[in-house]
């Protein structure tokens, strides 16, 4: 059997699926292939919103995404998801379920 959660929504979706296999045991998580994200919003989070240089790098990473297509209507620019690795979480220390 396998839970399966999906991080699009929020709060994401979970579900037990082949809830009769007990020969394996996994998470699947089911993500978008790109996230898209407010340049104003990166900056804030970034704690960079006040710097005038930070901020001119970002316009210019922003300006080179729309010239190649990866900018939609609102401003936001598209971002590669990928997977992070992380170390189990360990039941005892409340890394775990």
Do not use: N
Request: proline share 5%.
């Amino acid at each position: 059997m396998y839970l399966r959660v999906d991080i699009r929504q929020v709060p994401p979706a979970v579900e037990v699926c082949e809830r009769d296999d007990f020969t394996e045991f996994k998470v699947v998580l089911a993500a978008a292939a790109h996230a898209w994200v407010e340049p104003g919003v990166l900056a804030e989070l970034a704690g960079r919103a006040e710097d005038l240089a930070w901020r001119d790098k970002l316009e210019a990473m922003v300006s080179y995404a729309r010239s190649k297509g990866w900018a939609d209507e609102r401003g936001r620019v598209r971002a590669h998801v990928e997977p992070a690795t992380v170390m189990d979480g360990d039941p005892q220390d409340g890394g775990g379920r």
